[in-house]
């Protein structure tokens, strides 16, 4: 199951408490309280393992440690460790209580969440000509406390798109080393899955259905990780009585969801070709060129032919990636 919406509560370490104490060495006399170690703070690291929020699934609070206390003889408290939360690259971090939004976009970024509170003063930190033998001391400051909602939007170069039952995953484990599952029912795909073609990210994104922006389906869910894609590879299964209809049910929900999203690259393919007698595939896949006014090409996951032009359009779409 992949989680990809999550809110926690986090907290950076407190500060340990100033110390109060005096020197036991002979002819030495005065206050040797030491200052309490600063709190650990909270980071986001970005990781490239897009299940890193899983994690979350049941750990709802995450606190970082607290500093020391201080010491005699002018030892200051150990500083708390600090605590790294793993987010997948491309995870959006809202923090509620502030308002503030940051994200993680490349492996290894690191994003500060919370800072740890601050040692206070031991009673060596307040002697004076005046007082000295002082007794006073400072309790550590608490660490910053925020509730966070983390929001993961994947970043992929081709998202593959349409209908469920369209071919999508087939196409994926076909091009890259992916191992989506395939069967000829409805939503295969519950999650999206990822593929590495060379240098180029391919999401294959669970089925989309009428309704989908406003929550039918399992399209809502998965709406916003082709926000981040580049280019759309929109499949539409060639043993479609309507494949005018199928695309434009798809379109619909894209402009519903974000205007921008139709606005994007798009390849259409009219899939599962081999199915259907060869003369009504290649009718359909020109009816439909002729209608939305754009190049359809019909494929068939068991055709070399197919597979290597799929291949050339994906090396079109590296060179361009890489000049850029």
Known sequence: MLIDDVTIEIKGGAGGRGAVAFDKNKLAIGPSGGRGGNGGSIYAEGVADLGALNHFRYKKKIEAEKGGEGRSQFRDGTTGK????????????????????DEITKIGERILLARGGSGG????????????????????????????????????????????NVGKSSWLNTLTNAKSKVANYQFTTLEPHLGVYYELILADIPGLIEGAHEGKGLGIKFLRHIERTR???????????????????????????????????????????????????????????????????PVSVIDDKDIKEMQRILNGIKDEKIKK
């Open 82 to 101: 600090d605590s790294i939360i793993e987010v997948p690259v491309g995870t959006v971090i809202y923090n509620l209580t502030n308002s503030s939004r």
């Open 121 to 164: 003063k031991g009673n060596f930190h307040f002697r004076s000509p005046r007082n000295t033998s002082p007794k006073e001391f400072q309790p550590g400051t608490p660490g910053e406390h925020f509730t966070l909602r983390l929001e993961l939007k994947m970043i992929a170069d081709v998202g593959l798109i349409g209908l469920p």
């Open 231 to 297: 280019v759309l590879f929109h499949f539409i299964s060639a043993e479609s009585d309507n494949p005018k209809k199928d695309y434009d049910t798809i379109r619909k929900e894209l402009s519903k969801y974000n205007p921008a999203l139709a606005e994007k690259d798009e390849y259409v393919f009219l899939s599962k070709k081999d199915i259907p007698p060869e003369k009504e595939t290649i009718l359909k896949a020109k009816k439909l060129s002729e209608k939305i006014k754009k190049t359809v090409l």
